[in-house]
C-alpha cells in the first residue's frame, strides 16, 4: 500500500539521527560510555561545558543558560534524544530544557532513572546522596524520592572537593582516599544501606568508595540506569538506530579546549577520543 511507506521513510531518518548528551566537563563521558556500550549502533554528539567548568558551584540561572545554549548546537545537530549526563545541570535546568526543546527531541535527566530505581529497590530503607553543592541544595532528589511515598530516607551530603580532585586525575592514591573516607565518615551519612553517586564525575572514585564501605553499602552510580532508559525511550519509540557493520563516528565538543581534557577524556570514556574545540559564546 502506498501509504505505509512515507511513514516507515521518517521514522528510519529519525532513528539515524544521534543521541546528544551534555556535561560541564568530562564527567558525562561516564554516562556516553555507558550508553555507548549499551547501544554500541548509537551515533554520540557530546558537549563538554569545559570553559564554565565547574558547574556545581555556580548558580541555577547561570547552569540554565549554559544549558539552552547547548542544547541549541544539539537540536542543530539533530538529536533525537538529549541526555543532560551531569546532576548540576538535571538540577538546575531539566524543566527549563525540556520547555526549550518541547517536540524536536525527548530529554532525558540523569536523576528520574535513579529516582525509579530507589523507589524499587530501597523502599523503606535509609539511602546516603553525595554531589556537587548545586545538586544537594536544590533538594530535587529529596523531593522526586519523596514524591514517591516508598519510605525511602534519603540523606545528603555535598561533597565540592571531589570534582576537582577527579579532574586533576588525582584519585586511586592514599590522599584520596583520606578526602573520600573524610566526606563518607560525616554523621549525615550514617546508617545506610546504600550510597547515590550523584555526580557522573564519581564513577571514576566509585571503587574507593566501595572499599570503604567493605560490602556493608550498596554504591550506586547512574550511569547503567540512566543508559538502560535511554534504551527504554528509543525501543518505544521505534528509534533504536539501524544495526550496522561499520562503528558510529561519534563526536565530542568542548567549550574550552586543553590538552589535559584530552588526555583525561580516555581514562573517562575509555579509549582514544577526539575533542573538537567549539566556543559556545563568541
Ligand atoms: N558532572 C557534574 C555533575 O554530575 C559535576 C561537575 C561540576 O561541578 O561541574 O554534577
Same mark, same amino acid.
Given at each position: 500500500?502506498?501509504? /505505509?511507506?512515507?511513514?516507515?521513510?521518517?521514522?528510519?531518518?529519525?532513528?539515524?539521527?544521534?543521541?546528544?548528551?551534555?556535561?560541564? &566537563?568530562? &564527567?558525562?563521558?561516564?554516562?556516553?560510555?555507558?550508553?555507548?556500550?549499551?547501544?554500541?549502533?548509537?551515533?554520540?554528539?557530546?558537549?563538554?561545558?569545559?570553559?564554565?567548568?565547574?558547574?556545581?558551584?555556580?548558580?541555577?540561572?547561570?547552569?540554565?543558560?549554559?544549558?539552552?545554549?547547548?542544547?541549541?548546537?544539539?537540536?542543530?545537530?539533530?538529536?533525537?534524544?538529549?541526555?543532560?549526563?551531569?546532576?548540576?545541570?538535571?538540577?538546575?535546568?531539566?524543566?527549563?530544557?525540556?520547555?526549550?526543546?518541547?517536540?524536536?527531541?525527548?530529554?532525558?535527566?540523569?536523576?528520574? *532513572?535513579?529516582?525509579?530505581?530507589?523507589?524499587?529497590?530501597?523502599? &523503606?530503607?535509609?539511602?546516603?546522596?553525595?554531589?556537587?553543592?548545586?545538586?544537594?541544595?536544590?533538594?530535587?532528589?529529596?523531593?522526586?524520592?519523596?514524591?514517591?511515598?516508598? &519510605?525511602?530516607?534519603?540523606?545528603?551530603?555535598?561533597?565540592?572537593?571531589?570534582?576537582?580532585?577527579?579532574?586533576?586525575?588525582?584519585?586511586?592514591?592514599?590522599?584520596?582516599?583520606?578526602?573520600?573516607?573524610?566526606?563518607?565518615?560525616?554523621?549525615?551519612? /550514617?546508617?545506610?544501606? $546504600?550510597?547515590?553517586?550523584?555526580?557522573?564525575?564519581? *564513577?571514576?572514585?566509585?571503587?574507593?568508595? $566501595?572499599?570503604?564501605?567493605?560490602?556493608?553499602?550498596?554504591?550506586?552510580?547512574?550511569?547503567?540506569?540512566?543508559?538502560? /532508559?535511554?534504551?527504554?525511550?528509543?525501543? $518505544?519509540?521505534?528509534?533504536?538506530?539501524?544495526?550496522?557493520?561499520?562503528? *558510529? $563516528?561519534?563526536?565530542?565538543?568542548?567549550?574550552?579546549?586543553?590538552?589535559?581534557?584530552?588526555?583525561?577524556?580516555?581514562?573517562?570514556?575509555?579509549?582514544?577520543?577526539?575533542?573538537?574545540?567549539?566556543?559556545?559564546?563568541?
Amino acid at each position: 500500500m502506498t501509504t /505505509a511507506a512515507p511513514t516507515l521513510a521518517v521514522s528510519v531518518a529519525l532513528a539515524a539521527r544521534p543521541i546528544g548528551m551534555f556535561d560541564s &566537563g568530562i &564527567g558525562g563521558l561516564t554516562v556516553a560510555r555507558a550508553v555507548a556500550q549499551r547501544l554500541p549502533h548509537e551515533r554520540i554528539v557530546y558537549f563538554g561545558d569545559t570553559a564554565h567548568l565547574p558547574y556545581g558551584d555556580k548558580s541555577t540561572a547561570a547552569i540554565q543558560a549554559y544549558s539552552i545554549k547547548i542544547c541549541d548546537l544539539l537540536l542543530r545537530q539533530h538529536c533525537k534524544l538529549i541526555v543532560i549526563a551531569c546532576n548540576s545541570a538535571s538540577a538546575a535546568a531539566y524543566e527549563l530544557v525540556r520547555e526549550y526543546v518541547g517536540s524536536k527531541a525527548q530529554v532525558l535527566s540523569v536523576i528520574d *532513572p535513579i529516582v525509579a530505581h530507589l523507589g524499587q529497590a530501597y523502599a &523503606g530503607r535509609r539511602v546516603g546522596l553525595i554531589g556537587t553543592k548545586q545538586t544537594v541544595n536544590s533538594n530535587v532528589y529529596k523531593k522526586k524520592v519523596d514524591d514517591l511515598d516508598a &519510605g525511602v530516607d534519603l540523606q545528603s551530603l555535598a561533597t565540592p572537593l571531589l570534582v576537582p580532585m577527579i579532574e586533576e586525575g588525582f584519585f586511586r592514591n592514599s590522599i584520596s582516599d583520606d578526602i573520600i573516607g573524610t566526606y563518607l565518615g560525616n554523621p549525615a551519612l /550514617a546508617d545506610i544501606d $546504600a550510597l547515590v553517586l550523584a555526580c557522573t564525575h564519581y *564513577p571514576l572514585i566509585k571503587e574507593q568508595i $566501595a572499599r570503604f564501605y567493605a560490602g556493608r553499602v550498596d554504591v550506586l552510580d547512574a550511569s547503567d540506569v540512566v543508559a538502560a /532508559a535511554a534504551e527504554s525511550y528509543l525501543a $518505544a519509540h521505534g528509534l533504536l538506530a539501524p544495526a550496522s557493520a561499520t562503528p *558510529p $563516528a561519534h563526536h565530542f565538543y568542548v567549550s574550552d579546549f586543553t590538552r589535559s581534557f584530552e588526555e583525561s577524556t580516555r581514562i573517562f570514556f575509555e579509549q582514544e577520543v577526539h575533542l573538537e574545540h567549539y566556543p559556545l559564546w563568541e
